[in-house]
């Protein structure tokens, strides 16, 4: 069971730190990612980490901003997001997949958590 937390309304230029914390019988270490989906849009990636935190990818559209870290012993994953952006607005989702490489697809995860959502305002 995955559990994101975090999310909030804030304005542009704040910071935001999303958590998700892996419990049950998902526990990690996994590959874990977050994705985002704004109102009628599909899901996208935003980031993922593999499972010891030595490989970190991000999209294109939060690289700079967006800094993805893991506490294995807290089986927990942040999303440290900063510089938002009215266009960050979205539900954020974290995800889990099984094996060892991090992954950008929506279909290769294999858990998935309740999402939060984010709210920027201009």
């Known amino acids: 069971q995955l559990q994101a937390s975090g999310g909030g309304l804030v304005q542009a230029g704040a910071s935001l730190r999303l958590s998700c914390v892996v419990s049950?019988?998902?526990?990690?270490?996994?590959?874990m990612g977050w994705f985002r989906q704004a109102p009628a849009k599909e899901r996208e990636f935003v980031g993922a980490?593999?499972?010891?935190?030595?490989?970190?990818q991000y999209a294109d559209s939060v690289r700079g901003r967006f800094t993805i870290s893991r506490d294995n012993a807290k089986d927990t994953v942040y999303l440290q997001m900063n510089s938002l952006k009215p266009e960050d607005t979205a539900v954020y989702y974290c995800?889990?997949?099984?094996?060892?490489?991090?992954?950008?697809?929506?279909?290769?995860?294999?858990?998935w958590g309740q999402g939060t959502l984010v709210t920027v305002s201009s």
């Open positions: 995800a889990a997949r099984r094996g060892y490489f991090t992954g950008s697809a929506v279909g290769e995860y294999d858990y």
């Open positions: 049950g019988r998902t526990k990690s270490p996994f590959v």
């Open positions: 980490i593999n499972r010891s935190g030595g490989r970190i």
